[in-house]
């Protein structure tokens, strides 16, 4: 006895509560939430492969667009505040989650393709530009790069290196080629529109990323100097 909650006391506390529900007490966790649920929610949420940020206890945007992946995933309300319904969701998806030891995400496949006019919380403007975004910088690639595009995208919105908006983002000087060539015009398919849903919905399959390029095609030193995180279809993703 030493009343330190390692491993060992977590699993022995997971197998003694079995039974035990969350979302009995009716507490909703929100953006700028901390503490010991959030770190569970984000492992119970990297277990399922929505969250691929820092577990560090900390309800931040990239917890918050995961939650909403996972509600948006699962058929329930959009709007990326854990309360009791997704509280006892999430338990339920995550039965087999342990904790102590760092669970390796699941891969998770994109569902088919289906018409979407619009995505939670998002002006319809800004949903068509970042779907046009994707369609002409990733159209061809794998829907997981389509959707890790999306991502950079919306990883800049978050960097104070970048603007804060998604057309002071997209239009950037310099920043995509697409832009540059008119490419960025051209009408999105139903795919790329669904990569923007789930981008905006919280997965980002980049790892974080805030760049991209084409090895085959790269010139710039620059580029090349950035820390790689990995490569999805044609593109390396880096920090």
Known sequence: MDGVVG?????????ASKDWTPGADNRI????????????????LRFLGFYTGKVDGVFLW???????????????????????KTKRM????????????????????????KPVRSAPGV???????LARAIYSEARGEPYVGQVAVGAVILNRIDSEKFPDTL????????????????????????TAKKAAM???????????ALYYFNPDRAISKWIWSRPQIKRIGKHIFCK
């Open 198 to 208: 789930d981008a905006l919905n919280g997965w980002d399959p980049s790892g974080g």
């Open 29 to 44: 966790y929100r953006v700028g939430d901390r503490g010991g649920y959030v770190w569970e929610l984000q492992r119970r």
């Open 7 to 15: 491993p060992k006391t977590k699993r022995k506390l997971w197998e």
């Open 90 to 113: 999430l338990w339920k998806a995550t039965r087999n989650w342990r904790p102590g030891k760092e669970a390796t995400p699941q891969a998770r496949k994109a569902p088919a393709a």
């Open 123 to 129: 002006s319809k403007q800004d949903f068509d530009l």
């Open 62 to 84: 990239r917890t918050y667009r995961a939650v909403r992946l996972f509600q948006y995933e699962f058929g329930m309300k959009v709007d990326g505040v854990v309360g009791p």
């Open 167 to 190: 057309s002071g983002v997209i239009f950037q000087p310099q920043a995509f080629e697409a832009v540059a060539d008119g490419q960025i015009w051209l009408e999105p398919d139903e």
